[in-house]
């Protein structure tokens, strides 16, 4: 049987106990193994060729093969390139230091076996979202999981901050999620599959500058686009962390001495919930007890007294 072949196999089907349903189950052959064939199984609906959610069984059928994060080399993206290599995924990193990265991929290559790709870019100039929108295009090498995780915090209040700073957070909160996304889903939709994770942050759901307004905007697009992209096979989600021991704040300028300690989490734990949420299909992921219940305080505040409180404690202990 040859690579990229399509045969019918029968399989049984989470959806509708119709028997009378006309669905027709593929499996696309990825590639030979001595241990046996690896596939990527597609529903595809008869009447009208509509490709349905992906079905996956059995471990040999990988439900990723490469996965592309930015902001690679810290943090959260960190911690989803150790989560993800140990899960066997090739990988794309990407941020701006060159030999960090090397260093990093060659970690994740000799420790877990997987092909690390590096990608030196800097997602607030032109030429390093068009450097990360051509590697996600290509659809030889096609990339199945996008992290937009690169990001970073501005000291001082409205006004404190440079323009020219605050225009940069905009240009790699906002555009580079905007289009890191649409070249990722582009081919996802193509091949009926794929996934997209935004890092985003609980300050998106209160007034908090423009860090948070531009957190809300990844929220708010990444829920949308999830809705209009339902029945495709790619998955959309927005994570949405609290304070997580990273090198955010240091970067930053900010101290984090007055940070309670109930109020960090730990990447590699947060990254594990948020590819959960992941597979179980949900749009918005707040990954820990705690924050899910901050949360749920903040829906039913008063905007008033929310503005007042979220003013203060961001700027004792957030960026602006």
């Known amino acids: ?15 509708p106990s119709d028997p009378d349903t006309p669905y027709m189950y593929h499996c696309h052959l990825l590639s ?19 490709v349905r959610r992906p079905v996956m069984r059995g ?32 990988l794309v990193l990407v941020a701006r230091d060159t030999a960090r990265l090397r260093e990093q991929a060659t970690e994740l290559h000799d420790r877990h076996g997987i092909e690390a790709e590096v990608l030196s870019a800097d997602l607030s100039t032109e030429g390093g979202i068009e450097a990360v929108e051509k590697r996600l295009a290509d659809r030889t090498h096609p990339v199945d999981l996008l992290v937009n995780n690169a990001g970073f915090g501005n000291k001082g209040r409205f006004l404190e901050v440079s323009m020219a700073d605050e225009l940069t957070m905009l240009k790699v909160h906002c555009e580079a999620v905007l289009r890191l996304t649409s070249a990722a889903v582009t081919g996802m939709k193509e091949r009926g599959r794929g996934g997209v994770v935004n890092v985003a942050s609980v300050a998106a759901f209160v007034p908090r500058g423009t860090y948070g307004a531009s957190k809300a905007w990844v929220v708010q697009f990444t829920q949308g686009a999830a809705r209009d992209l339902a029945g495709s096979g790619v998955r959309l989600m927005v ?17 984090t001495d007055n940070i309670p300690g109930w109020m960090w989490l730990d990447a590699d734990k947060l990254v594990a919930s948020a590819l959960a949420d992941l597979a179980r299909g949900k ?3 707040i990954p820990d007890a705690r924050y ?26 957030g960026p602006q």
């Open 59 to 90: 471990t040999n059928v990988p439900r990723m093969t490469t996965a592309l994060i930015t902001g690679a080399t810290a943090g959260i993206g960190a911690a989803f390139a150790r989560r993800l290599a140990a899960q066997g995924h090739n």
């Open 292 to 317: 899910k219940a901050l949360m749920g305080l903040v829906k039913v505040a008063p905007r008033g007294l929310l503005g007042g409180v979220t003013s203060r404690t961001g700027r004792k202990y």
């Open 283 to 285: 749009t918005v992921s």
């Open 239 to 255: 994570l949405c962390p609290g304070f997580v021991r990273t090198e955010f704040h240091e970067r930053a300028g900010m101290g």
């Open 1 to 15: 049987m040859a690579v990229g072949s399509t045969v019918r196999i029968a399989l049984r089907f989470d959806g």
């Open 32 to 50: 030979h193994e001595d241990e046996g064939m690896m596939g990527q199984f597609v529903v595809v609906d008869k009447g009208s060729g509509r």
